[in-house]
């Protein structure tokens, strides 16, 4: 031990972690020797290199020091008082406003011992400041959130790119307005609003959120089929940030009384178009507005990047494949049916093929494809559009959704008069198609002659590969999962969800959850014989056929996804 290092004992908060032996003396003596060299709280310094955990440290600086602790966690963010004080001393000293009550401002902080801080803030507001104590690692997460959230000053967005974004209207869409509708103070809204919408981007998003709410204005995007919160704009700005984004989609702004659907096109560069469709909602405290975004390089996801099993991609190929037939694609709303389908017509586009889609509305555009959207305004329902492909001398059909009996009576003649059709229906797996067609009035004769192929999906995100961890499971766990006591004996290594900086929430992307059932001719008697789903899916389950929770465990086991996660995808 040096003779500076001798000379420095522990004082203060460091005498307390010492005492209460989460710090020995030596690690207290480096500690101040580095804090001092770094210019860093020593707070800040034992949380950052994990010295002491955050919990342990606020523990004891509220004893140490009598201030009170609180739970972040505890706290409405969005309610924050955050706009009293400036950013910058919020940035310099590490506090947050958490309330005001009268004239006094109660000051989240991670280091009790900061009077600078609090004597800076009560100078530069005026109010009285008391020390709310909080853990080091929540008070930095929290920060960062309302800084980024608030964003309350929008002219700081510098990127001459947004402002020289092309936007490309969809000629189509209601006629609402131009640029000319906002005036030019708006300038630092329509930045935004491309910020938005780049970031999105970026963030591989498949949806965005505006939503008003009486005292804040949050936006959120969906990543990976979940939530997340990523900004809240002032409630001031809220009107004008939904008029840009109506005026963009070819809206009527002046009505906010019903809802609105619109279509905006990016052009990110010479090469790359996104296509936003766009919808807004009157609500109790304003217009919602939701952006799907639709990009069209999702339809170049090859077969191999869906997450089939070997079996499972055989027969889906053996089946598109073959002249005439129905192929069927089942699942919730947001399970990829699309994407699905779109694989298999990349796959069969050929010079010599002709091709004819009609969806609601169409959300890939393909060269070569004849793509159609449905309008019933004017009369283009799947049952039309399927009825004028026949006189199209088409090849491969694909309707976007199988809704009534008139499209499935339609589809099931085209697939037993010489063309392929593909198609999707909303049932919970893929033996439930069957029983559906039936119970809408189509001949169990024709649903057994026509049908090829039935694939039931669900999407279920990716363990990061960064930071998944193994997780202890007991063998009565497993089994009660749904491992079988074989795959138990032979071993089986879960994984669970951590997070790190290149993911969300320990997950990064998605994969397919597949059944895929080839329907044989024992299939075909109990569809004849008027079987229902459960017997359907016994038949299946003889076949070999996995069920969509079996082929989930399959990716638990191979660590591509988590239970906890296959739970939330599978599991009623």
């Not at 974004?165 to 640029?179: F, K, M, Q, Y």
């Not at 010079?351 to 509305?361: G, K």
Request: charged share 25%; glycine share 6%; net charge negative.
């Amino acid at each position: 031990m040096s003779t500076e290092q001798a000379q420095i004992l522990p004082t203060g908060l460091a005498r307390r972690l010492v005492r209460d032996k989460l710090l020995t003396e030596q690690q207290a003596r480096n500690a101040h020797i580095e804090c001092t060299r770094r210019r860093q709280p020593l707070i800040q310094y034992l949380v950052s290199e994990k010295v002491v955990d955050s919990r342990s440290i606020a523990a004891a600086a509220s004893q140490e020091f009598g201030v009170p602790l609180l739970d972040l966690d505890a706290l409405d963010r969005q309610a924050l008082p955050f706009a009293l004080v400036d950013e910058k001393l919020i940035r310099k000293h590490r506090v947050l406003p958490i309330h005001k009550r009268g004239n006094r401002l109660f000051l989240a902080v991670s280091d009790p011992t900061n009077d600078r801080a609090l004597d800076e803030i009560r100078f530069n507001t005026g109010l009285a400041t008391d020390p709310i104590l909080v853990e080091e690692a929540k008070l930095a997460a929290a920060i960062d959130q309302a800084i980024d959230a608030q964003d309350t000053s929008m002219t700081d967005l510098m990127d001459a790119d947004l402002d020289n974004l092309d936007i490309a209207h969809d000629d189509e869409a209601g006629a609402g307005g131009d640029d000319s509708d906002l005036n030019v103070d708006d300038a630092p809204v329509v930045r935004y609003v491309n910020k938005v919408l780049v970031d999105a981007i970026a963030a591989s998003a498949s949806d965005i959120h505006f939503e008003p709410y009486e005292k804040f204005f949050r936006i959120r995007y969906r990543q990976d089929g979940m939530l997340r919160e990523v900004a809240n704009p002032p409630v001031s700005i809220a009107s004008r940030l939904v008029a840009r984004l109506k005026v963009m989609s070819r809206m009527n702004i002046a009505e906010r009384r019903v809802p609105q659907d619109g279509r905006i096109k990016l052009k990110l560069s010479r090469t790359r178009d996104i296509d936003f469709r766009v919808n807004t909602l009157p609500t109790l405290y304003g217009e919602k507005v939701v952006l799907r975004i639709l990009d069209s390089s999702a339809a170049n996801v090859g077969i191999d990047e869906l997450g089939m099993e070997p079996e499972q991609k055989t027969a889906f190929l053996q089946c598109i494949k073959k002249p005439y037939g129905m192929v069927l694609v089942t699942g919730p709303t947001g399970s990829g049916k699309t994407v699905s389908l779109y694989s298999a017509l990349n796959i069969l586009n050929a010079a010599d093929i002709n091709i004819s889609t009609v969806e609601d509305p169409v959300e890939i555009q393909v060269p070569g494809i004849n793509q159609v959207s449905m309008n019933p305004k004017t009369g283009m329902t799947f049952a039309a559009a399927l009825r004028a492909f026949l006189r199209q001398d088409p090849d491969i059909v694909m309707v976007g959704e199988i809704r009534d009996l008139e499209t499935a009576e339609i589809a099931v003649k085209a697939a037993q008069t010489g063309h392929l059709v593909l198609s999707t229906l909303h049932t919970n797996d893929a033996p439930q198609c069957l029983t559906r067609l039936a119970n809408m009035g189509v001949p169990p004769f024709n649903i057994a002659s026509s049908v090829l192929l039935i694939m039931a999906q669900r999407l279920a995100r990716r363990l990061c590969p960064h930071c998944r961890e193994e997780d202890d499971l007991p063998r009565e766990a497993l089994m009660e999962e749904g491992f079988t006591e074989a795959e138990i004996a032979e071993g089986i290594t879960v994984y669970k969800a951590i997070g790190c900086d290149r993911c969300v929430d320990g997950y990064k992307g998605r994969v397919g959850i597949f059944q895929v059932i080839k329907v044989s001719e024992e299939m075909g008697r109990l569809i004849m014989e008027g079987g229902n789903s459960i017997q359907l899916a016994d038949q299946a389950d003889k076949e070999g056929y996995a069920d969509l929770r079996r082929a989930g465990l399959r990716k638990v086991k191979a660590g591509v996804t988590s239970l906890l996660e296959l739970n939330r995808v599978t599991k009623d």
